[in-house]
């Protein structure tokens, strides 16, 4: 079993950029497929991006490609989402997951984090 803590999120201006870290403990991360969701008040949690267990290749949602990157630390245990080019939109708590098959939905992944708000301010 793995344990994952999101941190770095915060208020930002639009244009701006935020780097959001995703720390697990008791396993270690190239085990995983490792997934970035978000979640706005009133709306479903929705993808954001991911990276594979294998070769750690990673894949976007279209309303964050280009301008959201994921990248692992192994070192550290850890991966990040990159965010650059806020907008408004992107205002959401923002959860990191670990799962065994990865995937595009939140049913794919078996672990969470608690979420880190993210405010991008227009």
């Known amino acids: 079993q793995v344990q994952l803590v999101e941190s770095g999120g915060g208020l930002v201006q639009a244009g701006g950029s935020l780097r959001l870290s995703c720390a697990a403990s008791?396993?270690?991360?190239?085990?995983?497929?490792m997934g970035w969701f978000r979640q706005a008040p009133g709306k479903e949690r929705e993808f954001v991006g991911a990276?594979?267990?294998?070769?750690?290749?990673?894949y976007y949602a279209d309303s964050v490609k280009g301008r959201f990157t994921i990248y692992r630390d192994n070192a550290k245990n850890t991966v990040y989402l990159q965010t650059n080019n806020l907008k408004p939109d992107d205002t959401a708590v923002y959860y990191c997951?670990?799962?065994?098959?990865?995937?595009?939905?939140?049913?794919?992944?078996?672990?969470w984090g608690q979420g880190t708000q993210v405010t991008v301010s227009s």
């Open positions: 008791g396993r270690t991360i190239s085990t995983y497929a």
């Open positions: 990276s594979t267990r294998s070769v750690g290749s990673t």
């Open positions: 997951a670990a799962g065994t098959r990865g995937g595009r939905t939140p049913r794919d992944y078996d672990y």
